[in-house]
């Protein structure tokens, strides 16, 4: 794709991502497990699987919301992000941001990025940075280094 394709198609994206989905929470929780599943340079089908699996084990509390729907979404997004990351960046961070205050917010917007950090069994600098850069758009701390992958005991 040539730059201004690639830009035009990720502020469709964008534009798609923002008409469809009006609930703030899902929208930084989105955000939030995209900018750290993109942070590889990759949107691994792995990391995909992970957030509808995500979605769907919280179904009734999203409902009436088309998880299919935002399945797409998700994946039309890692794909604008990955075509314009910093413009991407920034607009994630934005709607992330939007959950600065609430507590309990926070700590789920944190905790569905931890789960994209490990959603592809490895875990990489550039997605722990991303989500340290997460902690900051909600005004959180940040925690210290931890693995987030699950432990074999």
Request: charged fraction near 25%; proline fraction near 3%; charge should be negative.
């Amino acid at each position: 794709m040539a730059f201004q394709e690639e830009a035009a198609y990720a502020l469709a994206s964008w534009e798609r991502f923002d008409a469809a989905i009006s609930d703030e929470l899902l929208l930084a929780i989105t955000s939030a497990f995209v900018l750290v599943a993109v942070a590889d340079g990759d949107l691994a089908r792995s990391e995909i699987d992970r957030f509808t699996a995500l979605l769907r084990a919280h179904a009734k509390a999203l409902a009436p919301l088309d998880i299919d729907r935002v399945d797409h979404l998700f994946r039309d997004l890692g794909g604008a992000l990955l075509s314009e990351p910093t413009t991407g960046r920034q607009r994630a961070l934005a709607c992330i941001s939007a959950v600065e205050g609430n507590a309990v917010h926070c700590e789920l917007v944190r905790s569905a990025a931890e789960i994209a950090l490990a959603a592809d069994n490895r875990e990489l600098a550039a997605e722990h940075e991303v989500l340290g850069a997460i902690c900051d758009a909600m005004g959180i701390p940040r925690r210290p280094l931890r693995s987030c992958l699950p432990t074999n005991s």
